[in-house]
């Protein structure tokens, strides 16, 4: 039998639909993953390369199925067909039934409500597909934009810590900003 995170539901939103990412996305990804502002508070990036954003595909969103994760969702405009960012689950404890989301978008499609119900949707796969117990997510300070996205979700802020995020052209000194929601509170608010 396939476990849940092998097999996930597309989805179909109002602008854009989730699919799981295949490599024939890697000229899209690579397209946003270039752009310094695009990445400028994410762990990697920005790409020089149309194969790094190949290899990111091949070693980094397709291997996650070996860690009982599923591979990540390509957000793709239903207008054009094209992939314009990523939302997935990419990491999780061992000894933890749940996991972290994370999420990029390329720049033409910010502040159109894209990613805030993206990210909702996520929750509601994250509980009901994947039966997980708790989702968390988290967010530099100075990454207003990330912030205001999850402020339009049941997430709750659990605490900040120091963080040093080091980019090949720059280190950033900031605040990581945690949250966390319970499969309980959610189920709540959804009563509510």
Do not use: C
Not at 54 to 83: C, E, H, N, V
Not at 118 to 129: S, V
Not at 134 to 151: P, T, Y
Request: hydrophobic fraction near 35%.
């Amino acid at each position: 039998m396939r476990k849940a995170y092998q097999k996930m539901p597309e989805i179909r939103l109002s602008q854009v639909k989730l699919r799981t990412i295949k490599k024939k996305d890697y000229l899209d990804m690579f397209d946003y993953g270039k752009r310094k502002e695009v990445v400028k508070f994410l762990s990697w990036g920005p790409f020089v390369l149309e194969k790094e954003a190949l290899y990111s595909i091949k070693k980094i969103f397709l291997p996650r199925l070996k860690q009982g994760l599923p591979i990540g969702y390509a957000i793709i405009d239903l207008k054009t067909d094209k992939m314009i960012g990523t939302i997935d689950f990419h990491s999780k404890q061992k000894h933890e039934n749940g996991a972290e989301i994370g999420y990029v978008l390329h720049p033409d499609y910010w502040n159109r409500g894209i990613m805030s119900e993206a990210l909702n949707q996520m929750i509601e796969i994250g509980f009901k597909h994947l039966k997980y117990d708790f989702i968390r997510i988290r967010h530099l300070k100075e990454n207003v934009q990330s912030g205001k996205v999850i402020a339009k979700t049941p997430f709750r802020y659990v605490k900040s810590e120091p963080f040093v995020l080091e980019k090949s052209y720059e280190i950033l000194k900031d605040e990581m900003l945690y949250y966390e929601l319970s499969k309980e509170n959610y189920d709540g608010n959804q009563q509510s």
